[in-house]
């Protein structure tokens, strides 16, 4: 990396996540016997700034709780990772958003996310976390609070010189004032397929569909689109290159906080002033040593665990 010091401020969500593991899901009107339950800390905009820290990362978050003990949690855990809590705003109306997780023994899941607090993030809040946006290198979104909130905080980010991410996710139709504000995007197959409408089950399919949504985005050479594909790797697209990235070959153990762990991963390398394919390769890695670890936020990984993953690579 090459900055000492690089910025990134999320602007996300924070929930707690209910994990169950089960031999699989269970059917409609079905019930069946678990084999183990945690609860753990979580959250994309909670887990992607948990990730840029313990990569490395000056970050704050900005974002919402409520006021009960599910939102103090939150805080003494963003205490431990060394993330700034000032711009986290507690509400007494209503609770802390919540995730319920089945994770089967092959590390898949399913996953149930009641927003709560995460929703009542405003523009008004964004503004309170002016100072700590425009000084940031990166700004890293996603969709689990409202896209306003988003949209205003990608705007101050522009108006600032910083390079605006947005993991688009959970899927959902973006207006192009908030795509027309993003530098990187970075959605997996279904979003892609969400996102541009068509269907992607191929190499051509893929990047096709990543140049729609290139499209629609901020013009100019650092406009990208990096599409996700699991254990496939990483389709890196800008104006000039269309190149897959391969994923690092592990045992997966629960997929939970894979996306996390790559998006505070690609932030980190971004701010640290990376180029791209340089950033991917280590958000692949990132997204790689996740899987192997339960849990969405305890598996958020270290430096040290990604650049052996990344050596054991050569």
């Known amino acids: 990396m090459n900055r000492a ?32 339950f945690d609860i753990f800390t979580g959250g994309k905009g909670f ?29 003494t855990a963003m205490k431990k990772e060394n993330i700034n809590s000032r711009f986290i705003t507690r509400r007494t109306d ?7 997780i089945v994770v089967e023994p092959d590390g898949d899941n399913s996953i149930i996310v009641v927003p709560r607090a995460n929703m009542a993030l405003t523009t008004a809040d964004i503004d309170a976390a002016t100072d700590c946006i425009a000084d940031a290198d990166v700004l890293l979104l ?24 947005l993991n688009p996710a959970p899927a959902q139709p973006l207006p192009d004032n908030l795509l027309g504000y993003v530098d990187i995007l970075t959605p997996n197959q279904s979003e892609t397929e969400l996102l541009s409408g068509m269907s992607v089950n191929s190499h051509d399919d893929a990047r096709h569909a990543a ?17 996700t594909l699991g254990a496939k790797g990483s389709l890196m697209l800008t104006e000039t290159t269309s190149e897959l990235v391969p994923a690092l070959p592990v045992q997966p153990v629960d997929t939970t906080g894979a996306g996390d762990a790559f998006s505070g991963a690609l932030a980190t390398a971004l701010a640290s002033g990376e180029n791209l394919q340089s950033a991917v390769e280590f958000a692949n890695a990132a997204g790689a040593a996740a899987v192997t670890v339960i849990g969405a936020t305890p598996s958020m990984p270290t430096r040290t665990k990604v650049e052996r993953l990344l050596k054991s690579k050569k």
């Open 211 to 227: 140049e729609t949504l290139r499209e629609r985005m901020v013009d100019g050479e650092k406009s990208a689109v990096v599409l």
């Open 94 to 100: 209503i609770g802390t958003g919540i995730a319920t």
């Open 47 to 75: 887990n992607q700034a948990t990730a840029a820290a313990r990569l490395g990362t000056e970050v704050s978050l900005v974002g919402s709780i409520g006021s009960g003990p599910f939102g103090d949690l939150l805080l």
């Open 142 to 165: 996603q969709l689990e609070t409202p896209i306003a909130a988003s949209e205003h905080a990608a705007a101050i980010a522009k108006q600032h010189g910083a390079t605006v991410v």
């Open 5 to 36: 010091t690089p910025k990134v401020t999320v602007v996300g969500s924070l929930n707690i996540d209910l994990v169950c593991h089960a031999i699989r899901r269970p059917d409609k009107g079905e019930t069946i016997i678990g084999d183990a």
